[in-house]
């Protein structure tokens, strides 16, 4: 962590995302295109959901805002080129979020996110051991977190317990290119299944936009994204406790960063 903390001293370059300054980027190194060619959807998916919502800048970020942090990253970060994005918080210390890669790990490559983030306290502003950090391993022209790699033990074991929603995010969020044709069948078969839960239906609905954006059938994700808002709002206080509107609001946030960086 000490090495990182000195190479976040030795930006040297900076510029603005928007004329309010709210966000500020710096670089280690030229911000040039990098050679990894992150692929679009598993990236942002990663990324949006551990550096916003897990950190909850998404009340202060616009959608906009989080594309081009996101962006910013995929297409920029490499092992000379550590980024620091400063945002400005209203009634807050700044949030900072830096991404840099490690080449060399006994796992290989791995890409890092630090905050300041305290994942106790819920504040920003701190520097110590709670600090919210984050690990993924770089897999080809894929990020993984840790515990997303594929294994087949993991596998054969939620196929017998019959675990369809643990199956669709292993191989949604593995490395496995080869498991994403897998991924619809088990929606499908959740949707269709007249015992399934409100609350399975609501994740299965989330699954299905992420499939669409994976594949890139965007007016399909549209679609299922008005669909997860309606039947989110049908039975939301019934048979769908209300904190589960953080799928209602990630799964919109989503559609829309994906539609602004495609």
């Not at 616009?62 to 490499?78: D, G, K, L, N, Y």
């Not at 409100?198 to 499939?211: D, S, T």
């Amino acid at each position: 962590m000490k090495q990182y903390l000195f190479l976040i001293s030795t930006f040297l370059l900076s510029i603005f995302l928007n004329a309010q300054e709210k966000v500020k980027v710096l670089y280690t190194g030229d911000p040039i295109t990098n050679s990894y060619n992150f692929e679009k959807f598993k990236f942002t998916h990663q990324i949006f959901a551990d550096a916003f919502f897990r950190t909850s800048l998404h009340k202060d970020l616009t959608s906009t805002e989080m594309a081009e942090i996101v962006e910013t990253v995929r297409q920029r970060i490499s092992e000379s080129n550590f980024i620091k994005f400063e945002i400005n918080l209203k009634n807050s210390p700044n949030a900072t979020l830096i991404f840099s890669i490690e080449p060399k790990t006994k796992d290989g490559a791995i890409l890092i996110m630090t905050t300041n983030f305290d994942s106790e306290t819920k504040k920003y502003g701190t520097n110590n051991d709670n600090n919210f950090v984050r690990y993924y391993f770089i897999k080809g022209n894929k990020i993984v977190y840790w515990k997303d790699l594929f294994s087949s033990e993991k596998e054969t074991n939620l196929i017998k317990e019959n675990n369809k929603s643990d199956l669709i995010e292993l191989y949604m969020n593995d490395e496995v290119s080869e498991n994403d044709a897998k991924i619809k069948t088990l929606i499908e078969e959740i949707i269709n299944n007249s015992n399934s839960t409100k609350i399975e239906n609501l994740y299965a609905k989330l699954y299905l936009q992420e499939y669409y954006l994976l594949t890139d059938k965007f007016e399909l994700a549209s679609k299922t994204q008005e669909d997860l808002q309606k039947y989110f709002e049908e039975y939301s206080n019934s048979e769908i406790p209300s904190n589960y509107s953080i799928i209602s609001k990630m799964s919109k946030c989503e559609l829309e960063i994906m539609n602004m960086i495609n």
